[in-house]
């Protein structure tokens, strides 16, 4: 019998903590108010997840050992997956213990299917006479149209059924159907030829963007962008590169976007009746009152009182498993 619910978020840190054993870390990058919307199906080998977000952001993810990932977009928005612009089609069967950057220009839906271990090998073996296995590194696939649209017709058609008759997806026959045409249709997708044709240097760089993040969750003071390069043993153009590649931004904006994030998630949890929004700001290096108001606003789109003065906004589930 499936399991199944949707679940509502008005901030990126219940949204981040929400993947199970995966690790998240958003780094919002847009104005507005985030929203974000995770429809999840529990099937007897496979989860699916539809994942819908209100805003543009950059996310640091690290997926766990214990399953296999398949990700791809659910809409026309470009997603950035390590640099590459996945077209509408692409597939991506990502690599065991993966360390990943994910980007988006504004709001978005994409999709994450995650697979018991063995699961893919025996259901592709099967299928096709070739076990289907997590590589080392994520590999980016474009199959045929077909394919693609077949994945994707499945995908929303089973999370439709999640907003409209979940009744239907809990009668053990229609999961087990559901979770079989999902399998035949992730492996037909997943013999397909990959896109991208500097794997060698996309996982070069890869490399070296895990060691950035490594450095900065291990120094939240004095973090300098000359002795980053030094601990994490590259040059200061190299690591520039790489973060235009991975972020959309250069690694000075990436340092100051993060530390704007953690401002706003504090002044967001803050009482407002008791907090003040200078010594929010000083608690996160921001020592000139000013120069932080206007960074704050023009990151935002609000001032940071107004955040304060707003408060917490609940998470609630609109259908739950």
């Not at 780094?27 to 080998?45: P, S």
């Not at 470009?78 to 360390?99: K, N, Q, T």
């Not at 999709?111 to 590589?135: C, D, E, H, M, Y």
Request: hydrophobic share 35%; net charge positive.
């Amino acid at each position: 019998m499936a399991e199944c619910g949707i679940l509502t978020f008005a901030d990126p840190e219940s949204y981040a903590s929400g993947f199970g054993d995966a690790r998240v870390n958003l780094t919002i990058t847009g104005a507005g108010d985030f929203k974000a919307q995770v429809t999840r199906i529990k099937l007897k080998y496979l989860e699916i997840y539809r994942l819908c977000e209100s805003l543009p952001r950059i996310a640091y993810v690290s997926l766990p050992l214990a399953h296999d990932f398949v990700s791809f977009s659910d809409s026309a928005m470009p997603l950035m997956f390590d640099g590459v612009s996945l077209r509408g089609g692409d597939v991506i069967l990502h690599g065991r213990r993966e360390r990943l950057h994910q980007r988006t220009c504004g709001e978005c839906k994409w999709g994450l299917i995650s697979v018991l271990p063995g699961q893919l090998a025996n259901f592709s073996k099967a299928l096709t006479g070739r076990a289907i296995v997590s590589p080392h590194e994520a590999r980016i696939l474009r199959p045929s149209r077909t394919d693609a649209l077949r994945l994707r017709r499945l995908f929303r058609q089973a999370c439709e059924l999640v907003d409209s008759k979940k009744k239907i997806l809990e009668r053990t026959e229609v999961g087990r159907a559901l979770e079989q045409e999902v399998f035949h249709a992730i492996i037909h997708c997943l013999t397909a030829e990959e896109t991208d044709d500097n794997t060698e240097k996309r996982q070069r760089h890869a490399g070296i963007m895990a060691r950035f993040e490594e450095a900065l969750s291990e120094r939240t003071e004095g973090l300098t962008i000359p002795a980053i390069c030094a601990e994490i043993g590259v040059p200061d153009r190299t690591l520039r590169t790489c973060c235009n590649e991975f972020l959309g931004v250069s690694p000075t904006r990436y340092l100051l976007l993060q530390r704007l994030n953690k401002a706003r998630s504090a002044l967001r949890r803050a009482d407002p009746s008791t907090a003040s929004v200078a010594e929010i700001a000083r608690n996160h290096q921001f020592e000139e009152l000013g120069r932080f108001a206007v960074r704050y606003r023009a990151t935002f789109g609000e001032s940071p009182s107004i955040t304060l003065q707003r408060g917490p906004q609940p998470n609630r589930s609109a259908e739950g498993a």
